[in-house]
């Protein structure tokens, strides 16, 4: 008890220190994870319901409206939201919370992880729920194989002990929670937007045969879009919405989907559709996600990209609404250092309005990539500060979009806060 | 299939066949055939593009090949169809069609794979290569010297590759593990046959490859000499540049 209200104690000191310093969100949970091992397993044993929100894409989104709509239905929920996505940052996010006799108070604990951190958190805290989402190409020079990805899902849903709610469209995701024994509910695509599901899901070469079409059951909900940012959620039994979102488009809008199907088998007989759909409205666009900064009275948008299907979602969704458009791509360790995946990515939605400059250490081989989709592009300049110089000189009057790579966006975000005062990583800007 | 007509009257045409691009085409390796279908549109030629997929009729006709890397499951996916296509395979390498096989389908056009468990899986032998499954993966960006000039890509490999004896590989490494980490080779090349682990994808900026695999097709579709047209590639030139000085200097 003393061990644990001493790492308790060790953390909280090192996180007030971390931020003081605007540093690592990992370090805190170290320190106390070193003087008290079980320190996550004690924090979480009084916590009623444990969710993890796992899948390669939409997790901090999805994350962020669950968190919402449990709000909204006075569920007190522990969250880590700044997209420490990892065991240790779970448990430096939940330090200043923590009573020094290491128990966390709180009727829902929903925590985001990546796959291989998942099964750490697993190892050491059986969650009651998991929200599985998809599996799609990743990094894959860390990750090494999307059959690996899906494998791990699998074994998140496998110790859920109460319930997994897993999406239907998803060729992996769904093989995966047909096999499990637990109480599994299913989100997916109306039938009436079925054609838009190659736009969001990977092929799995593993089997021959195609699943068959799950028919909804109870608990199952199925989107259905009115335009790119309304639409229903609709259960057998009731429906959610119209539910207009800040944020655009169809990855948001399944996110949306996804967090009220597991709302509803969270909330039981106390979920409330018009609660649910007021606390989606209110939810902001988390960092990097559609993030609009006003640069000289006209919307910069920048758009984090960090994947295939991830990027051809993100063009897809803003395609409708044109914009003056800068791509930038590094190949540091946390954006994958390798740039291949740029060639499974359809840019052709690019060619009309083409391209007004290409930017970071891969800014050749990114010009290059559109080239061969007939785009054109204006400018190539791989320092970010002058590109986005360059590029808001070159259009004045229009509004404008970066697709970036992570630390792209890390390094044009500090400079886009120096000059025009935007909140800092991890927090909402100011409502 | 798919066809690309160049912008003035056409030298010819030229049949690419893309093997399994469901199965065996990770990492953008469908850039590969992407950027040679452009190619050979700016030299002037007709490109026809067509996807062999498992089960289907095999264009013995094809003047071009192309084949990428894949998982595990995809390799399994194609084990029956290769063995079909392969004595087909094995005659068109002899007669000299040039093919570009990357990552997995370069193992499977060696003699043999050898699983971490002791399974001897046995290949195609167009290139006499063996490759040796183990825990370590070699990934990270490559710069080779090769004939056709400084080469760069992507490996992603688990697999170790040895050449038999008097086998050339496609390349020496200047930076990056090749086909073992040890050796300093590269890939393989017999005839017009080109094997290699680069992702990147490959092609689009290493033109030079691209010339070099398109002049052997043009003079196999038109029984003419190859008529290349003066191209500049600065933006290919530029990112190849950029990745040779920041791996060699
Ligand atoms: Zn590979």
Redesign the pocket.
Known sequence: MLRTAAAVVAGKTARALARRRGGGSAFPGLVAERLQPRILSGALADVPGVVVVSGTNGKTTTTKMLVAVLRAHGRRVFSNPTGSNFTRGVLSEMLPDLPLRGRLEADLAVVELDEAHAMRFIAEVPPTHSLLLNVARDQLDRFAEIDHTADLLARLGAASTEGVVANVDDPYVSRAAGELATDVRWFGLHPSIADRLPEITEHDARFDDVLAAREPGPGDARLRPVDERSFHVVFPDLEVGPVTLQQRGLAAMINATAATTTARMLLGDAFDAATTAEALAKVRPPFGRGEVIDVGGRPLELVLVKNPAGFGVALGTYGSTPAATMVAINDNDADGRDVSWLYDVDFSSLRERGVAVTSGVRAYDMALRLHYDDVTTDAVEPDLDAALDAFVAAHPDEPKRIFCTYTAMMALRRTLAARHGLAHFGEDAPA | MSTLVPDGPSKGTITLVHLYPREMSI?GDLGNTRALASRVRRHGYTAEVHDHHPGADFRDDAHLLLGG?GQDSGQARVEADLDVIGPALRSMARDGVPMLM???MYQLFGRSFHTVGGQVLPGLGILDVTTRGNDKRMIGPVCLDTEFGRVVGY???SGSTVLGDGQEPFGRVLSGQGNNGEDRTEGARSHHVIGS?L?GPLLPANPMVSDALIAVAAERATGRPFEPADLDDPLADEARGRQVRRLVG
Request: aromatic share 20%.
């Open positions: 990492y890397g990357i990552c997995g490996e992603n490999h682990y992702h």
